[in-house]
């Protein structure tokens, strides 16, 4: 496209810029633009002939500090661009720069234990960031080729999650339900667990309150967990544009470390407000709605990114933990249904659940992991094999005991043993287990030792037994056999199991409710 001669002298006109008179002046200002129209975030510039779609632009602001945006549509005669911040200072005839450079962030071990927004822009007054050289927010997903099976376990800390929705490294795993059921905390709890490991966590705060973003932020630093953690955060006082490309950004920020060979773990909370984000960019940028006003690439716009989670041959991985938000635990809504057609599971809230104190209210019904059971700790795998079906089967006959029937003994001893597995799944939020401490404690449950304990004594047994073994001298080989998943004999194992066995008799029968 060819600047007419109108365009060249609002350029002078506001510019004061030379009169052009040949043809290398009329190449280079193909690569320059003018404001044309402004309005919502959106800028729609006349000019920029050799403009990309992705590519970031600057604002020339006179007298103050330039703007920086975004390529979104590109049409014959005019470009349209969305500014990640306010667009009060900009007018019609403002001059428009191509930065040569798709949308990239910074990258870099210096982005641990800080707070930056989408751009990488720190917001924390820790000084500036020593980057590593940007990185393109948009990237290719790894190829089959580069990728190898989940297999390894990442455990969140928390006994309902590992022991019935295992999550692997590699893995994207969706937790979803309504508001205020308990989704943040499952994804604090999962990264205060990776403290003691080699994991590195990522939270991407989109539409958050800045109130939440900081309570998060103290809670991690509280647990010495920010160091090895970064928060990217666009929070709801933001623009559009900043929490669109918010989860692209922490994305390419672990996607170095897991070039590296490193393993990541990547909370997006939550796509559902990135979704709206999305839509109200689209539909200011004049493209056409579809179903609930959303555009029609809007399953594209989580595919790529969540596509970008895998486990590759290098042992380097990124685990992906997205949150979506329901209403009325309406799960066949349109964004719902497409991330759960790209997740390999999720863990579904239930409002009821929560309601009654059984928190975390991970719903056992509802809930699945479809890769994660090869990761699974073959301990756990073998001893609670059959607990997602003892409590689906627990839901279905619970709403017989509300009614005082007269229940025969094969289903009382079901309402018996599910009760007291529900109490022992019970856990507070913050507060995560290591996977031997839950071992110990899901032996007991599991064999049937706590038939006689009474239900509100649960949390009691499991506090006494805890301690009680952490002052032996089986705590420390049995602790790290249990965590390696590998016994040092068989013979030591069948003697350690036989020992906790005999003691969780004893305890359960001093803990026995009196008559």
Not at 57 to 66: R, V
Request: aromatic share 8%.
């Amino acid at each position: 496209m060819v600047i007419d001669n109108k365009e060249f002298y609002i350029i002078e006109e506001e510019l004061n810029l030379n009169t052009i008179d040949d043809e290398s002046d009329l190449d280079y200002y193909e690569e320059v633009g003018i404001v044309s129209e402004v309005g919502d975030g959106i800028v729609t510039i006349s000019g920029l002939a050799n403009v990309a779609f992705g590519e970031m632009i600057e604002i020339i602001i006179p007298g103050s500090q330039n703007v920086v945006g975004i390529i979104l549509n590109i049409e014959f005669a005019k470009v349209s661009a969305v500014v990640f911040s306010t667009d009060i200072d900009i007018v019609p005839g403002y001059l428009v720069i191509r930065k040569y450079v798709l949308m990239s962030v910074p990258t870099g071990k210096s982005l641990l234990g800080r707070i930056v927004d989408p751009l990488g822009n720190p917001l924390d007054e820790l000084g500036p960031i020593v980057s590593k050289g940007p990185r393109f927010i948009e990237q290719v997903a790894p190829s089959i080729i580069s990728r190898a099976p989940v297999r390894k376990p990442l455990e969140t800390g928390l006994k309902v999650v590992d022991t019935m929705v295992p999550i692997g490294h590699g893995q994207r795993e969706l937790i979803i339900g309504d508001t205020k059921t308990g989704k943040t905390s499952i994804a604090i709890d999962a990264i205060l667990n990776q403290r003691t490991e080699d994991t590195i966590c990522i939270y991407v705060a989109i539409g958050q309150k800045r109130s939440s973003v900081a309570r998060i932020a103290k809670v991690l630093k509280a647990n010495n967990c920010l160091d090895s953690a970064i928060i990217v955060a666009a929070t709801a006082s933001d623009t559009a544009a900043m929490q669109y490309i918010a989860p692209y950004s922490g994305c390419s920020m672990g996607e170095y470390f897991m070039n590296l060979g490193l393993r990541v773990l990547i909370i997006y909370d939550d796509l559902s407000k990135h979704a709206v984000s999305y839509r109200q960019l689209s539909l200011l940028l004049r493209r056409p709605p579809g179903r609930e006003g959303y555009p029609g690439d809007v399953f594209f716009l989580h595919s790529r990114l969540l596509e970008r989670s895998a486990n590759l041959k290098n042992n380097g991985s990124i685990t992906a933990l997205p949150i979506i938000e329901t209403i009325q635990g309406d799960v066949s809504a349109y964004v719902p249904t497409n991330v759960i057609s790209i997740t390999d599971g999720q863990i579904f809230l239930e409002t009821d659940l929560f309601s009654r104190g059984i928190r975390p209210a991970v719903s056992p019904g509802l809930s699945v992991s479809r890769v994660g059971s090869a990761a699974q700790n073959k301990i756990v795998k073998n001893l609670a094999g059959d607990l997602k079906l003892i409590l689906a089967q627990y839901r279905e006959v619970e709403g017989f005991t509300k009614l005082g029937l007269v229940l025969d003994d094969a289903t009382a001893q079901l309402v018996n043993r599910g009760g007291r597995l529900t109490s022992f799944l019970i856990q507070k939020r913050f507060q995560p287990l290591p996977i031997y401490e839950q071992i110990l404690c899901l032996y007991p449950s599991l064999q049937g030792h706590l038939s006689k304990v009474d239900t509100s004594l649960i949390n009691i047994f499991e506090a006494e037994f805890k301690n009680w073994f952490a002052s032996t001298v089986f705590f420390k080989p049995l602790a790290s056999a249990l965590k390696a998943m590998v016994f040092p004999a068989v013979i030591i194992k069948y003697m350690i199991w036989h020992f906790v066995k005999l003691f969780a008799i004893f305890v359960a029968e001093n803990y026995t409710k009196k008559a």
